[in-house]
């Protein structure tokens, strides 16, 4: 399982991004996976962001981003997006995908078996 983060850049405060999950090995219509976005700061460490049931659709949220950010997928093209609008400086941080497969939503990255590669996203004027 493979899965590659792309879409990150250098946008204003208050701009908006749209990050592209591209993801191989397996096909997300097997259902029972989450798909989510983590992202790291500098010395900080790894947050989760977003997770999404390549099954139903189902989104979950942290609370810092509900509202900003949107997850989704599209199956037919094997790809998970995070749609990030409103952006803050406080949204800097290399993102991350990962896919978990033990067929319910999780926060902990220890429960995320494949990762991909992040792209970084900076939030600044």
């Known amino acids: 399982v493979q899965l590659q983060a792309s879409g990150g850049g250098l946008v204003q405060p208050g701009g908006s991004l749209t990050l592209s999950c591209a993801v191989s090995g397996f096909t997300l219509d097997l259902g029972y996976y989450y798909i989510s976005w983590f992202r790291q700061a500098p010395g900080k460490g790894r947050e989760w962001v977003s997770c999404?049931?390549?099954?139903?659709?189902?989104?979950y949220y942290t609370d810092s981003v509900k509202g900003r950010f949107t997850i989704s997928r599209d199956n037919a093209k094997n790809t998970v997006f995070l749609q990030m609008d409103s952006l803050k400086p406080d949204d800097t941080a290399l993102y991350y995908c990962?896919?978990?497969?033990?067929?319910?939503?999780?926060?902990?990255?220890?429960?995320?078996?494949?990762w991909g590669r992040g792209t970084q996203v900076t939030v600044s004027s």
């Open positions: 990962a896919a978990n497969s033990l067929g319910y939503p999780s926060m902990a990255t220890a429960d995320h078996d494949s």
């Open positions: 999404i049931s390549v099954n139903d659709g189902t989104d």
